[in-house]
């Protein structure tokens, strides 16, 4: 996943939700698995769903649209368990000027508020020498600082997935407890 962006939460950030990132570091991996796969399923089709709904939406949801077609993961890992993805694979264009969703997502994501300008040199059919000035991202929605489509949804979606995440934890011990007295 190395150039796709990644919105990352740090639960240890949150002081209320340390006791919980040390009993999931204290856990048995079966239980660690049971979390991870608990927290993971909740929210993995609810995330996409979102993110690929408002990719769709005005201005230029057409393009996000098809770079967001396979779209969307939430990876949950160890102590710092929430990473949530979007821009996994897909493209626009053909050829040398393809823009990949891994590497050019920022300006489809972020906007541009420069609208900057491409100046180069051409020649005529004629052979008549030019200069062009080119608004190359003139087709860029304007520039917003909190993301259009994933981390406009992040926003929403951190609080309940590490709320989750404590409840699967605490339900997790619960289950291992309940099992090993029952025996």
């Known amino acids: 996943m190395a150039g796709t962006p990644l919105v990352s939460?740090?639960?240890r950030s949150v002081r209320a939700v340390g006791g919980?990132?040390?009993?999931f570091k204290a856990a048995p991996k079966h239980i660690?698995?049971?979390i991870t796969t608990d927290t993971k399923q909740a929210f993995l089709g609810e995330w996409q769903r979102a993110v690929r709904s408002e990719?769709?939406?005005p201005p230029h949801g057409r393009e996000r649209a098809r770079m967001l077609r396979n779209a969307g993961s939430v990876t949950i890992k160890g102590s710092n368990p929430l990473q949530l993805a979007a821009y996994q694979s897909g493209s626009l264009?053909?050829?040398k000027g393809k823009m990949s969703s891994r590497a050019d997502y920022g300006p489809l994501e972020f906007?541009?508020?420069f609208k900057t300008f491409v100046r180069?040199?051409?020649t005529s059919p004629r052979g008549k020498r030019f200069k062009v000035n080119r608004r190359t991202q003139q087709q860029l929605p304007p520039r917003q600082k909190s993301g259009y489509s994933v981390y406009s949804n992040a926003a929403e979606f951190a609080p309940r997935i590490i709320s989750r995440w404590?409840?699967?934890i605490i339900w997790a011990y619960y289950e291992e407890l309940d099992r090993a007295s029952n025996g």
């Open 55 to 57: 990719a769709a939406m």
């Open 166 to 168: 404590v409840q699967s």
């Open 20 to 23: 919980a990132v040390l009993a």
């Open 9 to 11: 939460i740090d639960p």
């Open 111 to 113: 906007g541009d508020g």
């Open 32 to 34: 660690q698995k049971i």
């Open 93 to 95: 264009g053909k050829g």
């Open 120 to 122: 180069y040199d051409s």
